[in-house]
Every structure is written in C-alpha cells, then in structure tokens.
C-alpha cells in the first residue's frame, strides 16, 4: 500500500515536529512495516515555473520530424531583455495561449539531466517545456503538460513556481499490510492508525450510517444474500464525462500508484483508496433492466474491461442485468456497461462481497484487481453507503452531476460478534504491565467497544475488524498498540527431557552415512505434476499412483503432492547437468504423500474449534505420509587423475547408499532382482529387510532418463526410511566381540535361472543356525560346467561359537544343514 504522506495528513492533525521518519516508525511498532519511504521530487532542483506559450511556428525537418519555435512568457524575473524566451519544443500538442511547466538553464530533473541554453534547430534554445515523465511526474510522454487556467481556486500567471502547484513534492510511504489488516488498504485506515500512535484524535471522514433498506433508485435484486450482504446504488445525472480530473486529484492517484483514466474511474479509484471501499460506475444507458446479484448460469460468459472473454464457473458471483452478466463481483466489471466520454447518467455500485468467494473468483480467473485485493481481506461492511454519497459528491462537484434523491440500499450491516475476556489477560501474555485502564484505553482507541463489569470486559469490534474474533486476538491488539518493543523477551525454561527420539536418532543417523559416503543432500518442494508421475511410469495398482490433489496449488503447473522423492531429484539433476555439473550424487530424506479420499473430509467452520468426531474425520482424510529416502547418481564417482583412472557412477552406488543408510541403523540388507518402474528391468534390485520390502535400487529406464532429461545410465534409490527405522533392531543392546577364531566354509549351489539368490541366501541363513556370524555371495557362474538354464551361486559362509573354537565336525555339520534346507526348498545341488 502506497501512502502518499501529505493524503496522510489532510486525514489526521498531527504535531508539528512530526516527521515522516517518526510517522514510519509508529506504524512500524504497530504491525505495519513501512518498507520504504520515497521521496517524490527530490530529485527535481532549481528554477521549474509556469510558463505561457506566445507564439508557437512549426518548422519541418529534412529527416521527416517536425519542431516547434515557441515564444514563452516565463515572468518578467525570468523572461530577459526581450520579454520572453525561445524554446525549441518537439512536442505536437504544443500551441499559443496555453499555460506549460517550463524546466530554465540551471535546473536539474531527475536522472541527472541538466538543462541548459543550447544551440539546436537553427535556434538557442531557451529552456525546456515539459512532459510529466520528465518531471518524474508520471509515465506519459505523449505531450507536454498543459496547465488549467487556476489550480485549487487560484489563477495561474507566467513565473510560478511550478512544483508546488503540481504537488510534485511530498513523501510516499510504502507499506507491507498483513492479510488480517485489511482496513489497512486505505488512507483512512492508516491514518487511524497513526492517530492512535500519536496519542490525537481521528474524525472519520466515511462514518456515515447505512440507512434501512430502501428501493426507490436504481432497482436491485440480490438472489445471493451470503455472497452479497449489503449494495449501495445511487443515480447521478447530467455529468460531463469529458470534464478532465483536476491536477490534486491525479497526483494522489498518480503517487498512491495508479494512473489517472477519467473523471469519473479516477474519482471511484480516489474514493476506493482513501476509503477502501472499491466502487463501480455504470453507464445509465447501456442498463437493461434492473441489477441482480446471483450466481453465474452453465455456460455464461463475460468480456470484462481488459477486452478478455472470461468463461463463467457456476461459483462465480456476478452483477446481471437483463442482457446476462455486466460484471464479476468483486473483481471486474463488464466492457458491455462501461462509461465512456459520451456518458451522462451514471448508476454508482458500491456493495459488500463475501470475502471468500471474490478470493476464490479472481484466482480461478487468474484476474487480480484492486478491488479483488480489498474484497478478499475483507473490506468494513459498514463503508458502502458512505463511499457512495462521497464519490457522488466528487462527481457532482467536479462533474457538473446531479445526485438523484431516490436511493437504493439491499441488505444490511451484520453485527459484530461479542467477546468476554478478563482485564488482566493481555498482562498475563504478554508479561508487561498493564492496567485494567490502560488496556480499555487502547482498544476504545482502535474502535472496540468496550463494557466493563468489575474484571471482565464485554468486548464488541467495529465493523472494520473482522479479525477480532477471541480474547486473543484482543491480547495481540493491546500488544500491537502497546508496542511490541516493550514487551520483554524471556526466553521459556525448557522443560527437563529424554534426548531424541528413536526415530528422530534413527533419521539423523541415516542422513550422516549418506553423506559420509560421498551423497550431497537437497530439500525439494513436495509439489510435482502429473507428467511426472506419468513420466516415472507408476501404474495402478502401484500405491504411488494415488496422488493426492491440492484444491488450491501454490503452483498451477504442480498440483499433486508428491508420491515420491525422484521428480524433486531428477529435477535437481537436470538443472545442475544443463549448467555442465554432471557428476552428481544427491540424495534426500522427505515425506511423501499416498493419497486417500479426502472428499469426505469434513470442512469445520473457523469460529470454534472443531469437534472431536470432525477432528477425527480429518485425521482419517489424511494421506498417508511416510518419510522416504531417495538419492541419484550421474557422471563420474571418482574423477580421473594420479591416483588411476575415472569411475563411473553406477547403479552399484545406488545399492551402497541403501546399504550404508541400513547399516547406520543396524540393519543388513537383502537384495533380489525385480521389475518396477523407474527403474530399467533386469538392472533393478527389490531390497528387503527380513521379508519386509522396504525398497528399491538400480538404473534407471532409458525412457524416464529421456522425459526428465537426465544423463544416459543415471542411477536411483528410494526406500521407506520410516519402515528401515522400524525394522531395525532397538538400541543400546552391546553384543561382545568373541575371542575364539572363525571357521570358514564355502559352497557352491546349482539352482534354476529364475531362483533369486536373495532366497538361496535365506535358506542358507536359516538352516545354518545360530553359529553363523556372517555370509557373502561371492560369485554367479553360468557356463559349461553347469546345465543349460541353471546357474551356480557360491557363498562365503564365517561360524563361530562365543565359548570356544569349533571343531571341523561342527562347522561342517552347520553347513550341511544350510545346504540341506537350500536344497529342500528350491532344488539346490551342491557342487563338490
């Protein structure tokens, strides 16, 4: 919110030391950043007058433009031996008799640009006449400025000093309003705001009652009560449209951000930003039929002011007439109803819309406004029928209209929502000394009405602070107001606690073995869209394939949470592999989110807290949410150089980064080959922990590394780091070391081509019991020594006892039993 200072204080009567420093700060200290203070002129210096055009010859130019030769009365301080001075001036808008702004040698306009008597044309030019873009003015440089005749009731004449009758000098201050403040979008608001820093009063120029309802103007009919509570119209006639916005008037509007239009749209902007109160005008004669207020019909469609054709949705909440939709409440209206140069009769919207549904139309529109961005925080339902009467006034006053006695008001002014809260609450929070006194002072300040009985305070909040809704929300008024520079910061004792959970070490612990081994982590937003999920080639029923859709996506291109972690790391690789860092090992650890139906979730309203059984509900709606943990590796593990030469990255690594997190945690892993996307089939291993599959590991498909652009070969992890933590053994169990030497037995089992070695391996573990201490598949052969469509799978098995040596007979024994239990369960034949 742009406020120009000098608006500011034609509001509210400030003391006279007051600086706009000092005015900064106090809004400041009350919740309202002042970002930036700008100065408007300041970079404009030395002689800037009024200047009067005598003579003005047009002389065209060999290369096609044409130029001006001005005799300009400057004043006769200004004007030299010859009573006027020469101006060359290029501008086709330039003509005798007309009052210019004249910037003469020895002024300084904004950039730096100085001006001097110069030789240009065939002539000495004089001086400069002046478009408002070179006064920093304003954007247009279709012409010069021409000057009106008087300015706020005083004649202008040759020798002026220009810049103060342009009010091209004052301060601006831009400041960041939080959604909750949404008063705050107004001079009016601000300025409140101010007075109550300032400790003086505040004569609320828009406080105006709406009168009871009435249907003598302009007929309206409001079919939707809760999208619409209140609307204003009144009837001006006889305005000349062509009447051009005086110079005051442009200047605010010009310095509060907004450029002047005309007349009438420059008076209903001026209105909306003192007031905040957005307005709309209506040309009278292209009505058809009284104004209703009602959904939009399947099918409807609107060309709104920007010239675009807007499909209607059947949530959207229009302004109708009898031809159909004539504007979008709240956000836009209609080309069909505009008001031109020819308009003489106009009927003045202003009306109160439901916060929700504007927010919800101008997004789903992607068409934000000014009036869109006031409706959405909540504009005061009380101001519609004040902004009216004051923008008819302008018009009347400025315009030549006449405002129609007849008047319409639909609807009327809610009430405000009565709290309870005792006295002492805002000294119990906020831990500073408050009096019950001080505490009523400062919110009769900010408008609360206030009735106390002994320690309790019946608070009820004006109409333009909706967000008032609790005792703390009061707590936090009194706080703003009383400056949260006075509030003590005491930092809370944390209570005596057990360390980090289970999980919390377990997470950490898998976080450092990845970068230990070489992994650099990122964290990537969980939004992603649904080509990528198309792109990973996930299927039903694979769990990853039910998304779970956001309702209001902070990115339209990206609208599902993610089910998995690759797209955020495919992402990461694609930029840095486009930016020629190719050898790459990222990983990270995230939640993800496997969806469920969430349209039966229930929707609590926000004044109460929600039930038990509707905090139930919600819970049950909820996507499941485990955290995984993922990696990827492109380019070269090791670079090449004395030491040998370059290793690729492969899909070995991906299994490390499994392996690596596993161990951290206590866990050895089983690996068996597997097919599932992304990953390329027969380069995929399925791991386990038991026969819990938490994971999987390999290289990926050709055609996921083609639609995410990844490098040939890339290679990828993801496993459920929450089940891993689970399924890992709990710890502060200490194993001791055994003393005593390890025997060691290899074999060799022939089994069929589709056995996986995952469960020979099982068997093996299984049958050789309690002695063995570890296993080791060492090498797969398939040749001629082994039939046609066997392999031979060789193990290392290790035993050893925690008591003594084993004897030769014993180790033996522990391997028969492991190859017997092979052999029983998947025909394995032990080679000799």
Request: aromatic share 4%; with cysteine.
């Amino acid at each position: 919110m742009r406020v120009p200072v000098s608006w500011l204080r034609s509001l509210v009567q400030l003391p006279d030391a007051t600086t706009t420093k000092g005015i900064a700060d106090a809004l400041t200290r009350a919740g309202l950043n002042v970002e930036r203070i700008e100065q408007i002129g300041a970079d404009v210096s030395g002689p800037v007058v009024v200047g009067r055009v005598l003579e003005s010859s047009a002389e065209p130019q060999k290369n096609g433009k044409t130029i001006f030769w001005c005799r300009v009365d400057v004043g006769a301080e200004h004007n030299g031996d010859e009573g006027s001075r020469g101006i060359v001036c290029g501008a086709p808008n330039v003509a005798a008799s007309q009052l210019v702004v004249v910037a003469l040698p020895g002024a300084e306009l904004p950039g730096g640009f100085g001006i001097a008597a110069r030789k240009t044309y065939g002539h000495v030019s004089d001086g400069m006449i002046c478009a408002e873009d070179e006064l920093g003015l304003g954007d247009g440089h279709d012409g010069i400025m021409v000057l009106p005749e008087q300015v706020e009731g005083r004649t202008l004449r040759p020798g002026l000093d220009a810049m103060p009758l342009l009010a091209a000098r004052d301060e601006v201050l831009e400041i960041d309003v939080t959604p909750d403040l949404g008063y705050a979008l107004s001079v009016r608001g601000v300025a409140r705001e101010v007075a109550q820093a300032f400790g003086v009063s505040f004569a609320d120029p828009y406080r105006l009652p709406v009168p009871a309802e009435q249907t003598l103007g302009y007929p309206v009919r409001v079919e939707d009560e809760q999208g619409c509570s209140l609307f204003v119209a009144l009837t001006i006639n006889n305005i000349d449209s062509t009447a051009p916005s005086p110079l005051w008037l442009q200047r605010r509007l010009q310095m509060a951000g907004m450029r002047s239009i005309s007349l009438t749209v420059d008076i209903t902007n001026y209105v909306m930003l003192e007031s905040g109160q957005p307005l709309h005008a209506y040309d009278a004669a292209t009505l058809s039929g009284p104004i209703a207020v009602r959904r939009a019909l399947p099918g409807e469609q609107l060309t709104t002011l920007d010239d675009q054709v807007r499909k209607l949705g059947t949530a959207d909440l229009l302004i109708t007439d009898d031809s159909g939709p004539i504007g979008i409440a709240g956000v836009m209206g209609g080309a069909s109803t505009e008001v031109s140069d020819t308009t003489e009769r106009i009927v003045l919207e202003a009306a109160h819309f439901d916060p929700v549904d504007v927010g919800r139309t101008f997004r789903s529109h992607k068409l934000p406004s000014e009036a869109s961005k006031r409706f959405e925080r909540t504009v005061d339902p009380a101001l519609p029928y004040a902004s009216a009467r004051a923008a008819a006034a302008l018009l009347a006053e400025l315009g030549g209209g006449e405002l129609e006695h007849s008047e319409t008001v639909v609807g009327s002014v809610p009430e405000m929502h009565r709290q309870q809260m005792l006295a002492d609450l805002p000294q119990r929070i906020l831990g500073a000394e408050l009096s019950r006194g001080r505490v009523i002072d400062i919110l009769t300040a900010s408008g609360v009405n206030v009735i106390a009985l002994g320690d309790s305070l019946t608070l009820t909040p004006p109409s333009w602070r909706p967000d008032l809704a609790d005792p703390y929300d009061y707590v936090e008024e009194v706080g703003r107001k009383l400056g949260f520079d006075a509030i003590a910061s005491v930092l809370p004792k944390a209570p005596a606690g057990r360390g980090l959970t289970r999980e919390q070490r377990g997470r950490r612990a898998a976080a450092s073995a990845a970068a230990a081994l070489g992994f650099v982590e990122l964290i990537s937003l969980p939004f992603i869209s649904s080509d990528e999920v198309e792109g990973l080639g996930i299927r039903v029923p694979d769990p990853r394939a039910d998304t779970v859709r956001l309702a209001n996506p902070l990115d339209d291109t990206k609208p599902l949470l993610r089910s998995s972690l690759l797209p955020g790391l495919f992402a990461a690789v694609a930029r840095n592999t486009s930016r020629s860092q190719k050898d790459l090992a990222l990983f990270e650890s995230g939640r993800v989110f496997i969806g469920r139906d969430t349209s039966a979730a229930p929707r609590p309203g926000v004044s109460a807290r929600p039930s038990v059984e509707e905090l139930t509900a919600l819970d049950a709606a909820l996507p499941d949410q485990p955290r995984w943990l993922a990696g990827v590796v492109t380019g070269e593990w090791n670079q090449q150089g004395w030491a040998g030469p370059a290793g690729p990255a492969s899909w070995q690594h991906a299994v490390a980064l499994a392996e690596s997190v596993a161990a951290s945690l206590g866990v050895t892993l089983i690996r068996r080959n597997v097919e599932v996307a992304p990953w390329h089939p027969g380069r995929c291993a399925e791991l386990l922990v038991g026969d819990a599959v938490i994971g999987c590991a390999g290289e990926l498909h050709p055609t996921v590394v083609k639609t995410f652009g990844l490098p040939a070969r890339t290679s990828a992890v993801e496993l459920d780091l929450d089940e891993l933590i689970a399924l890992a053994p709990e710890g502060g169990e200490i194993h001791p070391l055994s003393p005593w030497p390890m025997a060691n037995q290899d074999v060799a089992l022939v089994v069929a081509d589709d056995v996986a070695a995952a469960d020979v391996r099982a068997a093996l573990v299984e049958g050789a019991g309690g002695l063995l201490e570890s296993i080791h598949l060492f090498d797969v052969y398939t040749g001629q020594q082994v039939e046609p469509g066997k392999k031979s799978l060789a193990f290392a098995l290790r035993f050893r006892a925690p008591d003594r040596t084993l004897t030769d007979h014993e180790a033996a024994a522990a391997r028969d039993a492991a190859v017997e239990l092979a052999a029983a369960r998947h025909g394995a034949i032990h080679r000799a």
